[in-house]
């Protein structure tokens, strides 16, 4: 069974400080791998997947198959970046694992 | 332009009292999701389908059923409400085809009390 591990509940830094959320994952097959982020009182969203290897807001996300990672970077933290953001793993049956989440607050 | 639409978004039912919760899309997609969000915590996946086969999760009680009757409504029924069962309740969409990127579309949820 596959399994998705974010060990920050809580993550804090101050603005303009780098930030790393960290996410590793288990699966026996080939994963695709996402960041979902949601901000206060918003739905769920994408914000950016593994395979199109792109920078949403400044972040950046490499898929580690040696290390079975996908960890969630930005150089400059900015205070709307405050967020719950959820690292998930989709087997090629579809079904998606969320990992616990990571609280994010970047302070002024 | 909404893609993925979830009614009512407040659900209040009593303890007991079957509940069904609704999700529709316009995105076409193939795979429909249900999941239970409690405060807190991480999505956690009851169901979902792809096209109309019917996907449960091991531990998802049976007082959850779901049904697609098309392509684009999906709906959660709640047989019998506990006061555990009250939480967001999640609707997500996504293709499945080899050359697509896959994500899940979301929305906004139904937030369900049980009194």
């Known amino acids: 069974a596959q399994r998705v591990t974010q060990p920050e509940k809580l993550l804090s830094v101050f603005k303009g400080a780098p930030v790393e959320l960290k996410c590793n994952y288990s699966y026996s097959g080939s994963p695709e791998l996402f960041w979902y982020v949601q901000y206060s009182r918003q739905r769920l969203q994408l914000l950016l997947r593994?395979?199109s290897r792109e920078s949403i807001k400044g972040f950046t996300a490499d898929l580690n198959k040696g290390e079975t990672s996908f960890h969630l970077k930005k150089p400059f933290a900015q205070e709307e970046d405050s967020a719950m953001y959820y690292c998930?793993?989709?087997?090629?049956?579809?079904?998606?694992?969320f990992g616990d989440g990571t609280t994010l607050t970047v302070k002024p | 332009d909404a893609m993925v639409i979830q009614n009512p978004r407040y659900q209040v039912t009593q303890f007991g009292k079957p509940v069904t919760l609704s999700c529709s899309q316009t995105?076409?997609?193939?795979?429909m999701y249900w999941y239970q969000q409690k405060s807190s915590q991480a999505p956690k996946l009851l169901f979902h389908?792809?096209?109309?086969?019917?996907?449960n999760e091991a531990d998802t009680p049976d007082n959850f059923q779901s049904r697609r009757p098309n392509t684009s409504f999906c709906f959660l029924d709640i047989r019998s409400p506990g006061l555990g069962d009250a939480a967001m309740y999640l609707c997500?969409?996504?293709?499945?085809?080899?050359?697509?990127?896959?994500?899940?579309?979301f929305g906004p949820g139904t937030r369900l009390t049980v009194l």
């Open positions: 593994h395979i």
């Open positions: 997500a969409t996504s293709a499945l085809a080899l050359s697509s990127y896959n994500e899940q579309f």
């Open positions: 995105l076409n997609h193939n795979v």
């Open positions: 389908y792809y096209d109309k086969d019917f996907n």
């Open positions: 998930a793993l989709r087997t090629t049956a579809g079904k998606s694992t």
